[in-house]
Structures are given as C-alpha cells and as structure tokens.
T-cell receptor
Framework: AQTVTQSQPEMSVQEAETVTLSCTYD???????LFWYKQPPSRQMILVIR??????QNATENRFSVNFQKAAKSFSLKISDSQLGDTAMYFC????????????????????FGKGTKLSVIP | NAGVTQTPKFQVLKTGQSMTLQCAQD?????MSWYRQDPGMGLRLIHY???????DQGEVPNGYNVSRSTTEDFPLRLLSAAPSQTSVYFC?????????????FGSGTRLTVV
C-alpha cells in the first residue's frame, strides 16, 4: 500500500515570505501522479499543483512550485510571496494506477492523502 | 456547470439512525469516491466506483454502503450511525482517461452522531 507522510503538522510564515511544505511517499509503482491540495476554512478541496512521475521537470503554477525528487520519493511545495489567502490546510496526495481485470482494462485511480500541514500566513 | 454537489452540508444524527449522503456530478465522470476527513488523519477512502454498477471498498468501508445505478449519482448510506462516524465526508469524481487533473471534490458534509 502507498503511504504519504507530511512531517510538519503546522507551519507559519510572514506575509510576502517564502515557505516550503514537505511531503514524502512510499510506493513500488513507477507510474503515478502527485498532487498538492489546499483546504481553506471554507472546507473546499482545491487542487494547487500536480506532478507526473515520468516528468523530470518540476511543476510550477504562478507562486506555487514543487521540488520533485523521484529517487528520494520526496515532493515538497514551495509557496513564494505568501499571501493571507494562502492560510489553509495543505494536503499532499498520491495517485497510482490499479488494474482490475474484471473492469475490462479500466484502471482505478484513487488518491492517498497525507495527514496535512496547517499553514498560517502572518500579516 | 455545478461540478460535484453534496447534500446535506450539515447533519446531526442519533446513534442507531440511518441516513444517506447524496452526491451528484454533472461532468459525466465515471470515477467517483467517498472520503472521510478526521482531525489529524487527512482524508481516508471509504468506497469508490469506476462506473455505473461497479463499486469497491476503500481503506475504511465498515459501517457504510454504496451503490452506483447511474453515472451521475453515488450515494453513501449509513445503516446504523455510530459516534465513530462523526466526521466530514467528501465526495469526489474524475474522468478515467487521464489522471493528471486529479479529482474534483464536493464541498463536504459535516456529520455529527450523538
């Protein structure tokens, strides 16, 4: 089974500064995706950024970027120029491909989440 | 385009009562899942479906039933609620062709069992 570990239960950062959230995972799969989801106080789960395991280039989305180290099974999220709206829970998630012959070749992708990091941006 | 719609948003149940959490999506997604979120535990998979008529168990399926009679709907049933089922429940869906877009989540249902 896959496991995802977020070792920082809580973090804080000053507004406009940069912060990095850590995530490690364990898998024997070679084909998978990694995601960071943001959950603000509204409870909505929002996809922040994704990384495809076969791509060596780190994904970036505006102020958000990742450091993907496949051999080390590490997937950290860097938030630049932190804003008050970045205050939220952040979840790292892994998605593998599971093959079920009974489904006529249709694989099932299911997300495995870490326990989350609560990020507070301080004015 | 409403995306994934969950109802109700809040619910209080007494121990032993039954109820159904509703989930509907209008994106023609074949894959749908139910997760529960507990403090310090992240999100854990309860049940999932890869298409109408096909369901399977996730990590924490005990106490929950699901069925998938249509592509759009994936209800989660609690047959006899227990305080341990107090949680926030999320329904999610995605298209099967590629996983790169991840899942789209509903806004969640906060369930309290007293």
């Amino acid at each position: 089974a896959q496991t995802v570990t977020q070792s920082q239960p809580e973090m804080s950062v000053q507004e406009a500064e940069t912060v990095t959230l850590s995530c490690t995972y364990d898998t024997s799969e070679s084909n998978y995706y990694l995601f960071w989801y943001k959950q603000p106080p509204s409870r909505q789960m929002i996809l922040v950024i994704r990384q495809e395991a076969y791509k060596q280039q780190n994904a970036t989305e505006n102020r958000f970027s990742v450091n993907f180290q496949k051999a080390a099974k590490s997937f950290s999220l860097k938030i630049s120029d932190s804003q008050l709206g970045d205050t939220a829970m952040y979840f790292c998630a892994f998605m593998k491909r599971r093959f079920r012959p009974a489904y006529s070749g249709a694989g099932s992708y299911q997300l495995t989440f870490g326990k989350g990091t609560k990020l507070s941006v301080i004015p | 385009n409403a995306g994934v719609t969950q109802t109700p948003k809040f619910q209080v149940l007494k121990t032993g009562q039954s109820m159904t959490l509703q989930c509907a999506q209008d994106m023609n997604h074949e894959y749908m899942s139910w997760y529960r979120q507990d403090p310090g535990m992240g999100l854990r998979l309860i049940h999932y479906s890869v298409g109408a008529g096909i369901t399977d168990q996730g990590e924490v399926p005990n106490g929950y039933n699901v069925s998938r009679s249509t592509t759009e709907d994936f209800p989660l049933r609690l047959l006899s609620a227990a305080p341990s089922q107090t949680s926030v429940y999320f329904c999610a869906s995605r298209a099967p062709v590629t996983g790169r877009d991840g899942y789209t989540f509903g806004s969640g249902t906060r369930l309290t069992v007293v």
